[in-house]
């Protein structure tokens, strides 16, 4: 019964940004701040060596099919859609919305 009453919140620990790439091609990875110096850093050396193997673009993975990135919605053409009404904001609020 108390673990169906306890709230499960996301972990959050800091993260840094790391570049694996050059500052023409970024390839970033974020790297939690939790672990020691060295071992950050021996990780950051890891992941530069084997930067060839990770897929930072779609170009970088040829033959995987579009089937896996499309995302179609199911809409029953016998049905109408429904346009919803206008929400209101207020000034400040919608001026940050069109920030």
Same mark, same amino acid.
């Given at each position: 019964?108390?673990?169906?009453?306890?709230?499960?919140?996301?972990?959050?620990?800091?993260?840094?940004?790391? @570049?694996?790439?050059? @500052?023409?091609?970024?390839?970033?990875?974020? =790297?939690?701040?939790?672990?020691?110096?060295?071992?950050?850093?021996?990780?950051?050396?890891?992941?530069?060596?084997?930067?060839?193997?990770?897929?930072?673009?779609?170009?970088?993975? *040829?033959?995987?099919?579009?089937?896996?990135?499309?995302? +179609?919605?199911?809409? @029953?053409?016998?049905?109408?859609?429904?346009?919803?009404?206008?929400? +209101?904001?207020? *000034?400040?609020?919608?001026?940050? =919305?069109?920030?």
């Amino acid at each position: 019964m108390e673990q169906e009453e306890r709230e499960i919140k996301p972990h959050q620990e800091e993260k840094k940004v790391v @570049n694996l790439g050059t @500052n023409k091609e970024k390839k970033k990875v974020k =790297i939690g701040t939790c672990v020691s110096t060295n071992i950050r850093e021996e990780l950051v050396a890891l992941l530069r060596d084997y930067q060839d193997i990770f897929a930072w673009s779609y170009q970088d993975m *040829p033959g995987l099919s579009s089937e896996i990135v499309q995302h +179609r919605l199911p809409l @029953n053409p016998e049905c109408w859609s429904v346009k919803q009404k206008l929400r +209101r904001m207020k *000034p400040e609020m919608s001026l940050k =919305i069109k920030e």
